[in-house]
């Protein structure tokens, strides 16, 4: 019998800080305590914090890319060798920082490369989620700015069955909103608002927990869970 493919989702935060890593992390859990074969994939422009999160300074991801472009496939035993176990039912495919500079995941290369190991990935777990960072750099500690939607990123996000987009306050929902920014697969989009305390952030978490946020699909609140205490 053929495994179902995983659901893919990518979670992208609006700003640095917005929550992104946290919701990866804490989905990452609760599919994995829900017996689910779950795979966590970094691929943060700027800084590979769910990497670090995990203690994950080595990364074969650019190995990857590399044979990719050489071979024109992935072979089973690279991708094992990338991926490291975090617990039960939780593994991790770990990244490093300026790892976009490499010439074999940027332009068409990465794109395909990207749209070829998912399609890999998705035959061996039940759930994948990708966290894709900020969609801006921190002005505060970066000075290189990288296109939001480079072409790894644009294949995450098309393979991605849902995409979860972090804001940072309720403000900067509203000033996102008050654009009227162009909404790339509104189909997919949910739209999360952080209400979180700073100091408080570690303590984000989505499923049988308490969480400060309010969920939003397609500008509409929605409340997933009444015992969330929103």
């Not at 060798?81 to 770990?94: C, G």
Request: hydrophobic share 40%; aromatic share 10%.
């Amino acid at each position: 019998m053929t495994r179902p493919q995983a659901e893919i989702q990518v979670v992208i935060g609006q700003t640095h800080g917005a929550g992104a890593t946290t919701i990866v992390r804490a989905l990452g859990v609760e599919h994995a305590r829900a017996n689910k074969r779950t795979l966590l994939i970094d691929l943060d422009l700027w800084s590979v914090e769910l990497s670090a999160s995990y203690h994950q300074s080595q990364s074969k991801f650019v190995t990857l890319g590399e044979e990719y472009w050489n071979d024109g496939m992935l072979r089973s035993d690279a991708i094992t060798e990338a991926i490291v176990p975090i617990e039960e039912n939780l593994w991790l495919l770990p990244n490093h920082a300026h790892w976009l500079a490499s010439s074999y995941l940027g332009g068409t290369a990465g794109y395909d490369f990207i749209r070829a190991l998912f399609g890999t990935l998705s035959m061996s777990y039940d759930s994948i989620l990708v966290d894709l960072g900020a969609s801006v750099a921190d002005p505060k500690s970066k000075t290189r700015s990288f296109l939001p939607g480079c072409a790894a990123h644009l294949a995450a996000v098309e393979s991605a069955s849902r995409i979860f987009y972090v804001f940072s306050s309720p403000s900067e929902y509203e000033k996102w909103r008050v654009a009227s920014p162009r909404v790339e697969h509104p189909e997919k989009l949910f739209l999360l608002i952080n209400r979180a305390k700073k100091q408080r952030r570690e303590l984000l978490t989505i499923g049988s927990y308490s969480i400060p946020l309010v969920f939003i699909k397609q500008s509409s609140e929605l409340e997933l869970d009444p015992t969330l205490g929103l």
